[in-house]
Nanobody, 126 residues
Framework: QVQLVESGGGLVQPGGSLRLSCVAFGFTLDDYAIGWFRQAPGREREGVSCMGAGTSRTYYGEAVKGRFTASRDNAKRTVYLQMNSLKPEDTAVYFC???????????????????WGKGALVTVSS
C-alpha cells in the first residue's frame, strides 16, 4: 500500500530555516517523481517543487526559487524539503505527493500526482 508520511513542521521565525521529511512506503522511491505542495488557509494549493526520478530535473515554484531545495535519499526512502530564508507568507500545510510518472511536468507541478501525504504545518511568525 502506497503511503507518504511528512514530518518536520513547526514554528520558525522569519528568516529562519526548517527541513521537512517525507517517508515513502509501498513503492520504490527512485522510480517516480515526487512533489512538494502547500496550502495556506483560504488559498488554493500551490506547487512548491517536483523532483524527477533518477537524475532527472527538479522544478520549483516561483515563490520559493532560490530559497527551497528538494532532495532524496533512496536508501532511507525519504524525500526532503530544505526551506531557508522563510517568510510569513510561507506559512501553510505542506504535502508531499507521488507521481504516476518518472519525470515532472515543468508547467504543472501537480500533474500526475496520484498519492498524497496528510501534511505538515509550517508556521513562520515572530
Amino acid at each position: 500500500q502506497v503511503q507518504l508520511v511528512e514530518s518536520g513542521g513547526g514554528l520558525v521565525q522569519p528568516g529562519g530555516s526548517l527541513r521537512l521529511s517525507c517517508v515513502a512506503f509501498g513503492f520504490t522511491l527512485d522510480d517516480y517523481a515526487i512533489g512538494w505542495f502547500r496550502q495556506a488557509p483560504g488559498r488554493e494549493r500551490e506547487g512548491v517543487s517536483c523532483m524527477g526520478a533518477g537524475t532527472s530535473r527538479t522544478y520549483y515554484g516561483e515563490a520559493v526559487k532560490g530559497r527551497f531545495t528538494a532532495s532524496r535519499d533512496n536508501a532511507k526512502r525519504t524525500v526532503y524539503l530544505q526551506m531557508n530564508s522563510l517568510k510569513p507568507e510561507d506559512t501553510a500545510v505542506y504535502f508531499c505527493a507521488k507521481s504516476l510518472y518518472y519525470y515532472c511536468a515543468a508547467l504543472n507541478l501537480s500533474y500526475g500526482m496520484d498519492h498524497w501525504g496528510k501534511g505538515a504545518l509550517v508556521t513562520v511568525s515572530s
